[in-house]
């Protein structure tokens, strides 16, 4: 999948006699000041005025600088030809820019060349901004496959979208491909999306079920920085709490409550550094 990185080789020279190989090679290590050294080293030649714009955008897109940034990609000419890291840039100022439609477009030129994870994460929150919800959830799915450190967290976005698209079946069938994965990840948060398909569908005991292996995960899982754990575990009593008093099993219901009520005030102390 990082075929793209060795698409423009290392002493590249462009059209208008720019280095390219090397800025590419500069943008990728975010060596900004490097990239404009060049820039005013490498002599003047007719014609490479945008180009030399494409390149101050996108080290203003790496800044985020998006509003400055935009206004300089939308002055270069042949921007869809590109480097894929520049059309990445491109996109993201697009993208912080809420201009959704141009950024979508630029991702598309990007993958169909090449399976660029940041162009899918991109594009993903462009589709959840337009409320293009399954288109979103397919980008999340394919970071997932992808690879990475957090998978589980993209399985976990993918089916939320599908839940909040009401396809509660489908979600459930994203939650199950989740599960599957080995990551070294808690999927706790998985089966609190469970939990929540579920819910839609009135499947009370089962969404109580699926909460509480969420909570036993957690419990189970090495305390995380920043109260994390602390809470899941508020959300997950709340919920089952719900689910109880869905089911008539009151009694339940009012222990999940009071669980609720310490997890929160432990919360509350971690935050504030009580011991």
Aim: glycine share 6%.
């Amino acid at each position: 999948r990082n075929l793209w990185k060795h698409s423009v080789p290392r002493q590249a020279i462009s059209a208008n006699q720019l280095p390219v190989g090397k800025l590419v090679g500069l943008l990728r290590k975010q060596k900004l000041a490097e990239i404009r050294q060049l820039l005013k080293d490498t002599p003047v030649h007719p014609g490479d005025a945008h180009e030399r714009l494409m390149w101050e955008a996108a080290c203003l897109s790496s800044r985020n600088r998006s509003e400055q940034a935009v206004v300089l990609f939308d002055k270069v000419k042949n921007l869809d030809s590109a480097p894929v890291l520049v059309l990445v840039k491109a996109a993201e100022a697009y993208a912080s820019d809420a201009q959704y439609d141009k950024a979508i477009k630029l991702c598309n030129k990007v993958l169909s060349k090449y399976e660029v994870s940041e162009a899918y994460q991109i594009r993903a929150g462009c589709y959840g901004a337009t409320n293009r919800l399954t288109e979103a959830a397919n980008d999340f799915e394919k970071l997932a496959i992808l690879g990475g450190s957090s998978p589980i967290r993209f399985y976990c976005r993918a089916a939320s979208l599908l839940l909040k698209a009401g396809k509660s079946r489908e979600a459930l069938t994203m939650v199950d491909r989740g599960l599957a994965v080995t990551s070294g990840e808690s999927t706790a948060p998985l089966y609190m999306v469970k939990g929540d398909c579920f819910k839609s569908q009135g499947r009370w005991q089962d969404a109580v079920n699926s909460v509480t292996e969420a909570i036993r995960l957690t419990r189970s899982h090495k305390a995380s920085a920043g109260g994390e754990d602390e809470v899941i575990l508020s959300t997950c009593y709340k919920e089952r709490a719900f689910c109880y008093q869905k089911l008539g099993q009151l009694n339940l219901a009012k222990s999940d409550l009071k669980a609720l009520e310490e997890s929160s005030r432990g919360l509350a102390d971690e935050i504030i550094g009580n011991h």
